[in-house]
């Protein structure tokens, strides 16, 4: 799985231009779903399954894109202007690199700071592609971008750009290949759009009609030096969702999945996220709305060029998600 999660994790996608991931991923599944559509907006859906006894209709959502920078301005000396696609924090930019679509690198820099301890704001940055002049810079207003950063193993944890949100991707391509039969039809969407305010699962979760919706994504932690305060750490198990600044997870969902975890034998964290939100919040409020849950892994430095995750919390997620999916009993309505 580790060498999937890195080719994964490599591939550019920021919202709106998930293309090139998206072809990885239906390369991965395409042999193992029972049918697979592709949205107006993108998302890739693959079904397996039909219902039978107790069964339902389930959409499982992760989401293929990831945060990014567009062009806005060229300057006369080739330097780009440019602004955030999605939640790109200034103090995360200083000096990194970005990558466009295609394939030109650039380095982040910065006006001149004249109080070091305060974070320039992106519009006192420029990428520096290399160019010097308007006229041989490869960028035009309107290019994308995303952070450049490869992947690195350090002893359980992996790290990279990207962990937000194709870990959960490389989670639903496993759950998809390793699920053999079950009581209930099961959407795989991999979804576009979410860093911008969750637009792909806004019309997937429309489109598939889902009685059960469960979210794939990752959650911050409280387990570093000084941190908010927050339940989550890293190695400790998937966390269960119980609420974030977009979604209150249906208790009954909640309840469900600590049964099947604590079943299961899997550890698994309780979480409250107070800034944040997923693709559930968009399956919970379609149509008349919709049970909804998300199925979270922990990670630190999230919308950093260096997400870190822990690969026991991934496949811990993994058994979950499956141990979720073979369960027949899946909580009832009243
Ligand atoms: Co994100
Ligand atoms: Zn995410």
């Known amino acids: 799985m580790k060498s999937l999660i ?16 998206r072809a990885v991923v239906r390369a991965e599944i395409e042999s ?6 592709v949205d107006a907006l993108g998302n890739l859906i693959a079904r397996k399954g039909s219902k039978a006894g107790n069964g ?10 990831e945060i990014g920078v567009i062009a806005t301005h060229i300057d006369e000396n080739g330097f780009v202007r440019f602004t955030n696609v999605g939640g790109v924090f200034p103090r995360y930019a200083p000096s990194g690199r970005v990558r466009f679509l295609d394939g030109t690198i650039g380095v982040i820099g910065t006006e001149k700071i004249t109080n070091s301890y305060k974070v320039p704001p992106l519009d006192k940055m420029f990428i520096d592609v290399g160019a010097n002049g308007r006229t041989n810079c490869p960028i035009k207003v309107g290019d994308v971008a995303v952070f450049e950063r490869p992947l690195t193993e350090m002893g359980g944890r992996l790290v990279s750009k990207a962990m937000d949100d194709r870990i959960s991707v490389a989670i639903l ?11 209930h039809e099961i959407y795989f969407v991999f979804s576009v759009q979410e860093e911008v ?9 429309f489109g598939v009609d889902p009685e059960l919706g469960l ?17 989550v750490a890293l190695g400790a ?5 119980v609420k974030d600044s977009g979604m209150i997870t249906d208790p009954r969902v909640v309840d469900w999945m600590v049964r099947i975890a604590a079943k299961a034998k899997i550890p698994y964290q309780l979480e409250v996220l107070e800034r944040g939100g997923t693709d559930a919040r968009a399956i ?3 149509r008349s709305g919709v049970p909804a849950g998300c199925l979270s892994i922990p990670c630190r430095y999230v919308h950093s060029p260096s997400e870190m995750v822990d690969y026991n919390d991934v496949q811990n997620a993994l058994k979950l998600l499956l141990a979720l999916l073979n369960d027949t009993g899946v909580f009832q309505m009243s």
């Open 237 to 241: 198990g998937p966390a269960i969702k």
């Open 6 to 21: 890195e080719t994964l994790t490599q591939i550019p996608g920021p919202p709106g231009y998930e293309n090139k991931i």
């Open 284 to 286: 919970q409020l379609t």
């Open 173 to 183: 391509i496993e759950a998809l290949k390793k699920l053999k039969k079950t009581p």
């Open 56 to 65: 339902k209709r389930i959409m499982l959502s992760a989401h293929m894109d």
């Open 215 to 231: 979210a794939i994504d990752v959650t911050r932690t409280g387990d570093t030096p000084k941190s908010i305060t927050m339940e």
């Open 197 to 205: 305010g969750v637009r792909g699962a806004t019309t997937a979760a």
């Open 32 to 37: 193992h779903a029972d049918e697979i559509r």
